[in-house]
């Protein structure tokens, strides 16, 4: 059985973990794209996108394990997505790697800058953007890029818009659907007056602190505390929001508890957890 716990948010099928100072990874297997590695699980091994938020090991520790599983079962090279200031590190590390194993490791490290689009199929996209946490991080929006008829060619017959183009008219617009945003690990920052990640449909954000006593914390550490949340949810008004990265030291009964009297009732019904867990008569049995 693997550790992660399988979710659906907005409609995408997720599967991650998720604890601060431990691990964080989530796959989104539909779009061949997971962010951030974790330890590299199982899960993650298959997906051919790695988007590395940054560079701390609970984050970041099993790029080398990536690449190497993805080649000892025959898998093509795999490719992580990171900011451009630590892909020569990266890389380095990769080589040391194939010092101590005797072979490299193929796959590719491409350092991103904000808002520099990286493709990963035929209009999907994902759009790093910087974030407030340490230096070199990075959020990311998954993007699908959608091609529409423009209103002034609606009820043209199809010959008359296939002459249309040969004559080199553009007929079609082309409009981004935010499918899913992910922050990493972050304070509130500027990022959240960003247009296309106020669109999101779905958004993965960190609140790392709950207890009052720890806000202090949470701003030394530009991590998000629950009474930042207003914040975030007024910024991305329309988003089914998933928090990640809670520490061991705080019960998700009790968090639930603290956040109900921090949002408004609406906005709760948009919150999940992403470690929680189902109930156990819910719970897929082990075969035996």
Not at 37 to 65: F, K, Q, T, W
Not at 142 to 165: D, M
Not at 180 to 190: C, E, I, K, M, S
């Amino acid at each position: 059985m693997g550790r992660l716990l399988h979710k659906q948010l907005a409609g995408i099928e997720l599967a991650g973990f998720s604890l601060a100072g431990e691990e964080t990874t989530v796959v989104a297997p539909e779009y061949n794209v997971a962010f951030d590695v974790g330890r590299a699980p199982r899960e993650i091994i298959s997906i051919d996108n790695v988007c590395l938020s940054h560079g701390h090991m609970d984050h970041a520790a099993g790029v080398a394990y990536y690449f190497s599983q993805r080649n000892f079962i025959g898998n093509a090279p795999g490719r992580v997505i990171v900011h451009i200031d630590l892909a020569q590190a990266l890389q380095r590390l990769m080589d040391v790697w194939g010092d101590i194993e005797g072979h490299p490791s193929p796959g590719t490290i491409e350092g991103v800058e904000h808002l520099q689009d990286v493709e990963i199929r035929r209009n999907l996209i994902v759009r790093p953007f910087n974030v407030n946490h340490a230096a070199s991080a990075l959020g990311y929006s998954l993007i699908e890029r959608r091609h529409k008829l423009k209103p002034e060619f609606i009820g043209k017959t199809g010959p008359q818009l296939v002459a249309l183009k040969r004559e080199g008219i553009a007929i079609e617009g082309t409009t981004e659907v935010v499918l899913l945003t992910y922050t990493g690990d972050t304070a509130v920052g500027r990022f959240l007056e960003l247009d296309f990640v106020a669109k999101s449909r779905a958004l993965l954000i960190e609140c790392t602190f709950f207890d009052p006593e720890h806000r202090d914390r949470a701003v030394a550490g530009r991590h998000i505390h629950v009474v930042d949340l207003p914040e975030v949810l007024a910024a991305i008004p329309d988003a089914q929001i998933m928090l990640t990265h809670m520490t061991h030291r705080t019960d998700l009964r009790q968090a639930k508890r603290i956040l109900e009297g921090v949002v408004s009732s609406s906005d709760l019904e948009r919150i999940s957890f992403l470690m929680e867990r189902p109930p156990r008569n819910e719970r897929p049995r082990r075969q035996r």
